[in-house]
T-cell receptor, first 114, second 117 residues
């Protein structure tokens, strides 16, 4: 059974701080990693994706991937109250025979306090 | 900016009734997906669809479920005889590239909340 694990939180950080969200996955064949943001009652919104080991930065967001440790993380710099949401880690495969299926973690609830 | 749309936003039905959930994927996307999320639980994969065929389906996607692309723009999920446990948020997603390619980011629609009474 392929699993994606996240700490459900809540993770509480003060405004302006760095929020660090973590995710582990069980399938070593996983090749694509996505972070979605989900506000309460809304659909998942793609904010970052990463395919290679290392860091990928996009504005205030940095995704980090370590395939050897089967670990992916999301850093949010200068956290704002509007960043308060549930962050979903999603993992997919790559290559022939893969159908695009994403496996989601439970999500981590982030609270940014003014 | 192009987006995935879904109708209706909320569907209430009686147990045993058939429902059809509709999605319009992003226009140049070729790969389509349905996911569901029971309240308070994980987003779960139901089915992937490409070139008018199901690519993969989960254990949830039993004989009561079917998908169809009836025309060039719509993608539908049908539940033939709804059960109480089918109550969930159903999300349609689409991607431009397939999973066999390097980049296959999936974009989600706003969802249909299905309530089975």
């Amino acid at each position: 059974q392929k699993e994606v694990e996240q700490n459900s939180g809540p993770l509480s950080v003060p405004e302006g701080a760095i929020a660090s969200l973590n995710c582990t996955y069980s399938d070593r064949g996983s090749q694509s990693f996505f972070w979605y943001r989900q506000y309460s009652g809304k659909s998942p919104e793609l904010i970052m994706f990463i395919y290679s080991n290392g860091d990928k930065e996009d504005g205030r967001f940095t995704a980090q991937l370590n395939k050897a440790s089967q670990y992916v993380s999301l850093l949010i710099r200068d956290s704002q109250p509007s960043d308060s949401a549930t962050y979903l880690c999603a993992v997919g495969g790559l290559g022939s025979g893969n159908t695009g299926k994403l496996i989601f973690g439970q999500g981590t609830t982030l609270q940014v306090k003014p | 900016e192009p987006e995935v749309t879904q109708t209706p936003s909320h569907q209430v039905t009686q147990m045993g009734q058939e429902v059809i959930l509709r999605c319009v994927p992003i226009s140049n996307h070729l790969y389509f997906y349905w996911y569901r999320q029971i309240l308070g639980q994980k987003v779960e994969f139901l089915v992937s669809f490409y070139n008018n065929e199901i690519s993969e389906k989960s254990e949830i996607f039993d004989d009561q479920f079917s998908v169809e692309r009836p025309d060039g723009s719509n993608f539908t999920l049908k539940i033939r005889s709804t059960k109480l446990e089918d109550s969930a948020m159903y999300f349609c997603a689409s991607s431009e590239r397939g999973a066999g390619e390097s980049y296959n980011e999936q974009f989600f629609g706003p969802g249909t909340r299905l309530t089975v009474l």
